[in-house]
């Protein structure tokens, strides 16, 4: 099962480039644009990560770190804070508030990817070590349906869970329609280059091997509307 890493974010393209980034490498990606979102989408889908920005309305990246590291389940959940801030006494205060890693914009992707990773290897250790696990701590489980912040959908064939991100369900839509990758990449703001591997890993996650086998099997399994 792919692990989860919840991106916090108000500014809509920051969010789109980092969980685009995250799903072709591979993890399910949920997205909130502030703080207080963020709270309840950790409180009911338990990521296994966040990134979140620091200057947010309504709730910002510190006062979400604090009331996450408030309630005993998350202590160890891994934080990354990302800003333009870049004083020392903001930097003092991120590490104060809980965060794990203080990442200052602009920042590469690729940068970001490693941060995720080694910090993930690092709670997967811990978690292992300390006797969690799903089975004992069933939250963990990411819920097979979404609502209107996780982006998530989840559906079962042959006893393999198939978890489509937003940007996949987008793709598959667009697929249903006959549309080209050109088309796509125009309408979802993606390369077709970005495109194919959406494609390709919808075909992978449904076992079809050409598009339209990928479009019946969306069809008959009410993948699509």
Do not use: W
């Not at 912040?149 to 249903?176: A, D, G, M, W, Y």
């Not at 075909?203 to 008959?220: D, G, H, P, Y």
Request: hydrophobic fraction near 35%.
């Amino acid at each position: 099962m792919p692990l989860t890493i919840l991106v916090v974010d108000d500014d809509l393209g920051t969010r789109l480039s980092i969980s685009d980034y995250l799903e072709l490498s591979g993890y399910i990606v949920i997205t909130a644009d502030e703080g207080q979102k963020a709270l309840k989408i950790v409180e009911e889908y338990h990521p296994d990560l966040i990134v979140t920005d620091i200057v947010m309305p309504r709730m910002n990246g510190y006062e979400l770190v604090r009331q996450v590291r408030q309630k005993p389940a998350f202590r160890l959940l891994p934080v990354i804070l990302l800003t333009a801030r870049i004083k020392t006494q903001e930097r003092i205060l991120g590490y104060q508030s809980g965060c794990d890693l203080y990442l200052p914009k602009p920042f590469e992707l690729e940068e970001l990817a490693a941060a995720i990773r080694n910090l993930l290897e690092r709670s997967q250790i811990m978690k292992s070590e300390y006797g969690f696990s799903h089975q004992e701590n069933p939250g963990n489980s990411v819920p097979k349906v979404t609502d209107s912040h996780n982006h998530i959908i989840h559906f079962e064939k042959s006893e393999v869970l198939l978890s489509l991100s937003s940007r996949e369900q987008e793709v598959l839509e667009l697929l249903t329609h006959g549309h080209s990758n050109i088309q796509m990449g125009n309408q979802l703001h993606l390369s077709p280059r970005t495109v194919e591997k959406y494609v390709s890993s919808l075909l992978r996650k449904t076992e079809t091997s050409n598009r339209a086998e990928l479009v019946r099997f969306a069809m008959t399994h009410g993948l699509v509307k």
